[in-house]
C-alpha cells in the first residue's frame, strides 16, 4: 500500500479543518460578539453530547468485578499526576505561544490552538479511523471525522482566531502517525481493521471512554470561553496521560486475574 493511501483520510481532515477555519477567520469577525459567544456555547453543547456518547462506552468494559469507569478513574487519577509532573498542559502553552509569536497571530491564539487541537485529536474516530486507513487504505471513517472537525472549525475560529487552523499541524502529526504505525503491530494487538471489531475491542471502549471524560472538560472550557471567564478553565492537557493508563490499568487487572 502506498504512503499516499495511509495518510489519505489524514489529508483529507487536515484541508476540513484548514477550510472551516478559513471560512470561520471570514465570517466569524463580521458576527458581532454576543453571537460569537452564543456559538461556543452552542459548540459547547454539542460537544458535550458528543463526549457524554463517548464516556458511555465504559459501561461495556469490565475486569471482571471491576467495572470501567472505575478503570477510568484510576486510569484519570494517575495520568492528571503524570500530566501535571511532566508540565502537559504548560508545554502545549508555550508551543501555542511560540507559534504566535512566530507567525504574529493575535488575541486567543494560544487558546484556540490547544482548544482545537484536543477536541479534533481526542477521541474513537482518530484511534480507528487511522488504524483502518493505515491497514487497509478507507479512509471513510476519517471523512466522516473530517465533516465534523470542519464545522467546529468554523465556529472555534470566529472565537478564538487562526490560532484553530494550526490544530491542522496537530492533527498531521497524531493521525498520520497513527496511520503509518498501524501495520501489524496494530492489527494483532486489536484484533485486525475492521471497524465493527475495532469498536468492540475492551481496550478501545475504554480509551473512547475515558476520551469522552477529557472532552468534558473541553467542552466545560468552551463554555466557559462564551461566558466570558476563560481563567477557570479545566486543565484539560494534563487529563492526556489517562489515555495511556486507563487501557494500561485494563491490561494489568485482566493480568492478574489471569494467574
Known amino acids: 500500500m502506498g504512503l499516499l493511501a495511509q495518510l489519505s483520510g ?46 458511555g462506552s465504559l ?39 511560540t507559534l504566535k509569536r512566530r507567525f504574529r497571530g493575535g488575541g486567543l491564539f494560544t487558546e484556540g490552538f490547544v482548544a482545537a487541537s484536543l477536541l479534533f485529536c481526542i477521541g474513537p474516530m482518530t484511534v480507528i479511523g487511522g488504524l483502518q486507513n493505515g491497514l487497509t487504505g478507507d479512509p471513510s471513517t476519517y471523512v466522516l471525522k473530517s465533516t465534523l472537525d470542519g464545522i467546529a472549525a468554523l465556529a472555534l475560529a470566529g472565537a478564538y482566531g487562526i490560532g484553530v487552523g494550526f490544530s491542522a499541524l496537530s492533527v498531521l502529526l497524531l493521525q498520520g502517525g497513527i496511520s503509518l504505525a498501524a501495520g501489524s503491530f496494530a492489527a494483532g494487538l486489536l484484533g485486525g481493521a475492521d471497524p465493527g ?9 475504554l480509551l473512547t471512554g475515558t476520551g469522552g471524560l477529557t472532552i468534558i472538560g473541553i467542552s466545560w ?18 487529563m492526556l496521560p489517562a489515555l495511556v493508563a486507563a487501557p494500561l490499568f485494563l491490561w494489568l487487572a485482566k493480568l492478574v486475574q489471569g494467574l
Not at 471570514?26 to 460569537?36: D, F, I, K, N, S
Not at 459567544?37 to 463517548?54: E, G, N
Not at 471489531?197 to 471502549?205: D, Q, R
Open 10 to 55: 489524514t489529508l483529507i481532515n487536515v484541508a476540513a479543518v484548514l477550510i472551516g477555519t478559513f471560512i470561520g477567520l471570514a465570517v466569524g469577525g463580521r458576527l458581532p460578539e454576543r453571537t460569537q459567544r452564543t456559538l461556543l456555547q452552542t459548540l459547547s453543547l454539542v460537544t458535550l453530547f458528543i463526549a457524554l456518547d463517548m464516556a
Open 221 to 238: 472550557n468552551l463554555m466557559l470561553a462564551g461566558l466570558g471567564f476563560e481563567d477557570r478553565r479545566v486543565r484539560v492537557g494534563s
Open 197 to 205: 471489531v475495532l469498536k468492540t475491542n475492551s481496550y478501545v471502549l
Open 59 to 97: 459501561n461495556q468494559v469490565s475486569a471482571g468485578a471491576v467495572p470501567g469507569v472505575i478503570l477510568a478513574l484510576i486510569g484519570a487519577a494517575v495520568g492528571v499526576v503524570i500530566g501535571e509532573a511532566l508540565g502537559i498542559e504548560e508545554a502545549l502553552t508555550r508551543l501555542g505561544d
